[in-house]
């Protein structure tokens, strides 16, 4: 895969900064594997997420994975995969758990999303 959807590598193999970028690509794969979507309407979004990022300021361009992720969130909703609701719910929990410090990374994992956070 070349241009703006391709995948960022090292040595050949695929490049994760953070653990949830790992979780958003696997998500991506694992749901077009089980047919809710084509990869090409995946890959659709995900160009029209990156030429989003690209118009904003350098400071605060989306990285790849956040446009992975936000191309994601878009074909989800749309194909009413998930309720825009419960997706923002969502959202504002697992970011009220990120790490005091900024980091990425997702303490989260293997915990159930409270219902009604």
């Known amino acids: 895969m070349a241009g703006p959807t391709a995948l960022p ?20 794969v694992a749901l077009c594997e ?4 084509a990869w090409a309407e995946f ?33 989800l909703m749309d194909k ?3 309720a825009q609701k419960k997706l923002t719910r969502r959202a504002g929990w697992l970011a009220r758990m990120a790490a005091p410090s900024g980091s990425r990374l997702m303490p989260w994992l293997g915990r159930d999303v409270p219902d009604e956070e």
């Not at 590598?9 to 991506?28: K, V, Y």
């Open 43 to 75: 890959q659709q979004r995900l160009i029209a997420a990156i030429g989003e990022a690209d118009r904003q300021p350098s400071d605060a361009r989306p990285t790849y994975y956040e446009c992975w992720l936000n191309a994601l969130q878009a074909l």
């Open 9 to 28: 590598r090292q040595s050949g193999e695929l490049l994760f900064q953070d653990p949830w970028e790992g979780i958003a690509f696997a998500m991506a």
């Open 34 to 37: 089980r047919g809710h979507f």
């Open 80 to 82: 009413t995969i998930v």
